[in-house]
């Protein structure tokens, strides 16, 4: 078949030339006996970073001027009640059971309300 009756002829993938093989070689050789910069360093040379620095750190205190620290001197969670009241009815918080076994403590609260499965 030749090249002209070919569609996929123009497809096919070139061959890099020799020479860039070294050149990249040896590129990535100089690129790994440079040594990288530290985190201070690359804080002092890069602008961007610096200001991203300043952010989080005034972000920082601003947290913790606004929750108060979290240390010892946070204040003390506050407590729960374990009973409702609604009108002049007192209705239990969650004490664990199910609502079939908590049937009989509610029904002065719900009056008569809840059908009953007599089977």
């Known amino acids: 078949m030749s090249s002209l009756r070919d569609p996929w002829a123009g497809l096919k993938l070139a061959r890099p030339p020799v020479e860039l093989r070294a050149r990249v070689l040896a590129a990535a050789r100089e ?6 910069p530290g985190l201070l360093e690359a804080l002092y040379r890069d602008r961007l970073l610096r200001a991203c620095a300043a952010g989080l750190a005034a972000l920082l205190i601003a947290n913790a001027i606004v929750t108060g620290g979290g240390g010892a001197s946070a204040q003390a969670p506050v407590p729960v009640p374990t009973a409702f009241t609604n009108d002049d009815a007192q209705i239990p918080g969650d004490t664990g059971l199910t609502a079939a076994e908590q049937l009989d403590e509610l029904t002065p609260v719900l009056g008569d309300v809840i059908p009953r499965s007599r089977g």
């Open 31 to 36: 690129a790994a006996a440079r040594p990288e």
